[in-house]
């Protein structure tokens, strides 16, 4: 459950934010506004020939998407207008022909670095997999994500149905890679179970359960084994907050909380609850979130530990957080989160933006140099917003 006291802290502390970081609430429409114009600055970077963008990664160009995608379904004049649904089409298209090889280590503070290399088409022949699919299941089940959002903004007749069959693939890869542990691996490579890679199976297979009614049952089952593994698995600790995975001997190792781990599973018990009719799963996710608010913030804005040098994996790390708290406040609304949406949105835009509304990793400020990872992550907030208030 989520406790009382949490939710007053949370909504004293909402008060306060109120009176320190803004002095009005802006509106719907000029959260809108001011993600149309974010969104022209992130695509500066998108680059046509390859389907993605410039400045990051594989697994964060899904999320640019993502991204666009959440967008089209909220505002779709806006939508129209910025040409969303003809990128996703051509995302979709030209992505899959631009193969890569990801490498990921983790730094010493437990930090993901992903590089991605391009691949001839006698390597994709080899290793035996390409389009979207590649050694790490947490880059496919983003791009799982990414196409169910596509999807979702239901434009018929360009490649809706493409979009659901592309993530139903690689829903199977990623079924594939049972660990030992329960659930699923990291990687092909590497025997890692992490939360991340957990999450998005969860939330692909909840997800897949609500868009393909005559294969429901079989995605459902999926989805509960998954999220019953998981809440019994350790990966929760006693803050109720998710580290980043599992041991050998598959106990909680300790390591970071990072605010992705906090946020995907907001988002997968959202459709796991439409899927089921289960209310309590919202609850659960409500604690989670309220846990994250409490401990991931530093004067009430969303803070990475890693900060102000997350790289590109670490940088989009709080978008993630957001959006999927953006899903859970739709589906079960809480006014101490909503207000931190709107509190993060408002000093984002103030405090983090320059003259050509590029937007920087460090949301209370200063701006530093954006990249398409930075500007799609502090995006989600602007949509978030636009969305709740």
């Known amino acids: 459950m989520v406790s009382p006291s949490l939710i007053g802290s949370l909504a004293s502390r909402a008060v306060f934010l109120m009176s320190t970081h803004i002095g009005t609430r802006a509106d719907s429409a000029t959260y809108a506004s001011h993600t149309v114009d974010a969104l022209n600055s992130l695509q500066k970077w998108y680059n046509r020939e390859t389907g993605l963008w410039d400045t990051t990664g594989w697994w964060n160009s899904a999320n640019c998407l993502t991204v666009l995608a959440d967008f089209a379904v909220i505002d779709p004049a806006a939508s129209d207008t910025l040409m969303i649904p003809e990128i996703i089409q051509n995302t979709y298209d030209q992505a899959q022909k631009t193969p890569v090889k990801a490498n990921k280590i983790m730094s010493p503070a437990g930090l993901p670095i992903s590089t991605y290399s391009r691949l001839s088409a006698r390597e994709i022949e080899k290793r035996g997999f390409d389009n979207f699919l590649n050694d790490y299941y947490d880059d496919e089940g983003w791009w799982a994500l990414a196409m169910i959002h596509s999807y979702d903004v239901g434009v018929r007749g360009i490649g809706d149905q493409q979009y659901l069959q592309a993530a139903v693939e690689i829903f ?17 490579v590497t025997p890692y179970t992490n939360a991340i890679a957990n999450e998005l199976f969860l939330s692909v297979a909840a997800s897949l359960a609500n868009r393909i009614p005559d294969r429901k049952d079989y995605f459902l089952d999926v989805a509960m084994n998954q999220w019953n593994w998981f809440k019994n698995s350790g990966l929760i600790n006693k803050d109720s907050l998710i580290n980043d995975g599992l041991t050998d001997d598959c106990k909680n190792n300790g390591m970071q909380t990072w605010t992705y781990n906090q946020g995907v599973i907001l988002g997968g018990l959202v459709e796991l609850s439409t899927a089921t009719g289960d209310k309590s799963l919202l609850t659960q996710a409500q604690t989670i979130a309220s846990a994250a608010i409490s401990h991931l913030t530093k004067d009430g804005i969303l803070f990475e530990g890693c900060e102000p040098d997350c790289g590109s994996d670490g940088s989009q790390f709080k978008g993630v957080f957001m959006r999927n708290l953006h899903y859970l406040q739709k589906a079960a609304p809480m006014d101490p989160v909503k ?3 709107l509190t993060n949105a408002d ?11 590029e937007l920087g990793g460090t949301w209370e400020g200063p701006y530093t140099n954006a990249t398409a990872g930075t500007q799609s992550s502090a995006l989600d907030v602007l949509v978030a917003a636009a969305a709740v208030a």
Request: with cysteine; hydrophobic share 30%.
């Open 172 to 188: 199977e890869d990623m079924k594939a890679g049972n660990s030992t542990c329960g659930g699923i691996f990291w990687s092909k």
């Open 339 to 341: 207000n931190f949406l």
């Open 347 to 357: 000093t984002i835009w103030a405090k983090n933006r320059n003259d050509q509304n």
